[in-house]
């Protein structure tokens, strides 16, 4: 037994056998995800629009240029951007949102699981358990939940993989507006498959990396690219392993110091007690 | 069916009474208009009026906070920080009722007051940041635990831990109050209360800093390490401490009248004392700063403005302060002490900050400041403890000798486990 199995075996009580859980569905289910090919995307900007207008969010700014200057990120009105890329000359469109990680940090940073991962997939927010205390901002390696800073009922926004109309058996909106297929919706291990498959197939169209296959421990939107992703201010420090791995030994810590440490006192308590007592209690006795 | 009415007609009879003095209590003892009543109570009325504008219309509206930087003053410094400075009422809850050195005993009661109060104000004060606050029970009560959240074990915490201090504190209050029979109850679940509230402070104070160890990526290296919770919870033993000597000095001017001939005379004593703990704890946290360090290999991060600030934290804020503690209790300096802690609690408020705030997407063009409205909010909530805490010490016995009857109470309580412990010696020795 080493010592990971040691501790999940003393902390059954509370934390530690729901993460021991949640880590094994996650494995289990084959979830959807959306594969993201830099060079097909012409920057026409359609995911935007119909990720807008699907989401109830008011219409982009039609003025590409001016918005193709500089450098955007989603934010709580807009859940998905296109960002513009000039290397060596080539055109190059990114399109951004959340990259709905296998095991994502906000969702296990959730006190509420208001924030939570879908078995099919997509990472979900519940707005009547979230207190938006914006703990899954600080968490998401990808910053992606954004929170509603001017509004009394904040909500916190952020792409949910079109769920309702995924619920409908409907693709999400951007896939399915794409007009040249850069956004594809499927399986992850079709994905995987096919990215694979474009990059042995045309090796120098792409560098031979799939962004999302490993990153953060996986995550259900993949990007295929021409030049290496840090050109795209794509975060390729974040390492392989999945961020609710940070905190699990802590956690795992918890119900063994919950149960130990009383204890430990108790008897350190005890201990200095009699010391005290026996002598008071000797010369009582008169001995 | 008339001993019932009796009893109900004494009950009620006791109930008005209680409420006739709680009444006659609210009472302000003293000056009302003291420039320090009137400067806080301005800053009070100033920062309720900008809570009413940021629960109307948002966040937003009084703060600094962005999409970039979703937690700023208001966590960083209200909860964070303050929680580590009232990590003193489980340090010395242990050395006195654990380890049972009865030197300290003086000052226990304020000690777990200000711990006491310190989570109910600045724990309190994360209801302010919150942006859904109606949902606030959620993690408590109903079907949404979200048990893979450190927030998640650190908001339970704090709350089992309120009412843990509370019942640490409560004797006080029965005293006050002259309710005997209470007393004697909640003295009795004291030493269980300490137990409970030490065990949670070591999970939460370390859990404070578990918070961050998924911004992993957001954080300067020279402040993230896996080692946060330790690290949180080894200074926080000091940051306690100082704020015991800071927060003792300054009662000891304010609350003369108050103050027992049993705490004035062992003062020095006790702040001699804790100068060597702190000394103690702080050279433990500066080895495994060190040994993070080292490990971590960041020799390359310290050429750099970063690397400056790093080494201010550490070298003016930990490490001088530790060899001034060792200077003053070796010498039995009190004011170079009291100048240690000053430093030492400067230190925690900047170390804090590095780690919530400052060096906190340490990256990023655009960097977060707290606006006038969030310092605002935040002198409004240490004035309103301060005002709540000398309500407190104006009227129970908190540095004041307790009641005789009281006195007596612990007595016989101690008397009888004596009795206890020698008729089990006796038993022992018929045994045998």
Known sequence: MDRRNFLATVGTAVGASFIGRNAKASEKIEMMGILIDTTKCLGCRSCEYSCAEANGYPEPSDDSDKLFNSHRKTSENSLTVVNKFVIDENEIYVKEQCMHCAQPACAAACLTRAMHKTKEGPVVWDGSKCMGCRFCMISCPFDIPKFEYFSANPKISKCVMCWERLAKGEIPACAENCPNEAIVFGKRSDLIHEANNRIYSEPDAYVKHIYGEHEVGGTGVLYLSSVSFENFKFRTDLGEEAYPEFTKEFLYGVPVILTLFPAFLLALSNSTKREKTFTEGEGGNGH | ?432
């Open chain 2, 1 to 432: 069916m008339d001993t019932n009415k009796k009893s109900l007609s004494f009950m009620i009879s006791e109930l008005k009474r209680f409420f006739k003095f709680f009444f006659s209590e609210l009472k302000p003892k003293g000056k009302v208009f003291t420039p320090f009543n009137i400067i806080t109570g301005i800053i009070m009325l100033t920062g309720a009026v900008l809570l009413v504008i940021r629960f109307a219309f948002g966040l937003g509206t009084i703060t600094n906070l962005s999409q970039e930087y979703p937690w700023g003053l208001w966590i960083g410094f209200d909860v964070i920080t303050g929680v580590a400075f009232a990590g003193g009422a489980y340090v010395l809850t242990f050395i006195v009722y654990i380890m049972r050195d009865e030197k300290y005993h003086p000052i226990i009661r304020v000690t777990v007051l200000n711990g006491f109060l310190a989570y109910v104000f600045y724990a309190g004060a994360l209801l302010l940041d919150l942006g859904r606050p109606w949902n606030v029970i959620n993690p408590i009560i109903g079907n949404s635990f979200g048990v893979s959240s450190v927030l998640f074990l650190v908001a339970w915490h704090f709350l089992l831990y309120m009412l843990a201090e509370f019942i640490e504190f409560s004797p006080a209050a029965a005293e006050w109050l002259g309710w005997k029979k209470t007393r004697k109850v909640l003295a009795g679940l004291t030493l269980g209360a300490v137990i409970f509230g030490i065990t949670l402070s070591t999970l939460h104070q370390s859990g404070l800093g578990a918070l961050y160890l998924m911004a992993k990526a957001k954080i300067h290296p020279l402040w993230y390490t896996e080692f946060i919770p330790i690290l949180f919870l080894v200074s926080s033993v000091f940051a306690g401490l100082s704020m015991v000597i800071f927060e003792g000095s300054i009662s000891h001017k304010v609350f003369k009248h108050r103050i027992s001939e049993e705490i004035h005379r062992s003062h020095n004593d006790i702040v001699i004392g804790l100068a060597k703990i702190c000394a103690g704890a702080m050279f433990v946290y500066i080895f495994l700063k060190a040994l993070v360090f080292v490990h971590g290999q960041h020799w390359t991060y310290l050429n750099s403005g970063w690397g400056l600030w790093y080494l201010v934290e550490m070298i003016v804020f930990v490490a001088i302060p530790c060899f001034i503690f060792i200077e003053g209790y070796q010498s039995k300096k009190i004011n170079l002490i009291k100048f240690g802690a000053v430093l030492t609690l400067i230190g925690i408020i900047l170390n804090r900050l590095n780690v919530s705030v400052i060096a906190f997407k340490w990256y990023e063009a655009v960097r977060y400041y707290p606006t006038w409205g969030e310092i605002v909010v935040t002198l409004a909530v240490i004035s309103a403890e301060i005002w709540v805490f000398r309500w407190i010490v104006n009227r129970m016995p908190i540095l004041s000798d307790m009641p005789d009857w009281a006195k007596r109470q612990d007595q016989i309580g101690e008397l009888e486990s004596v009795t206890q412990k020698s008729e089990s010696l006796k038993w022992k020795a018929s045994i045998t």
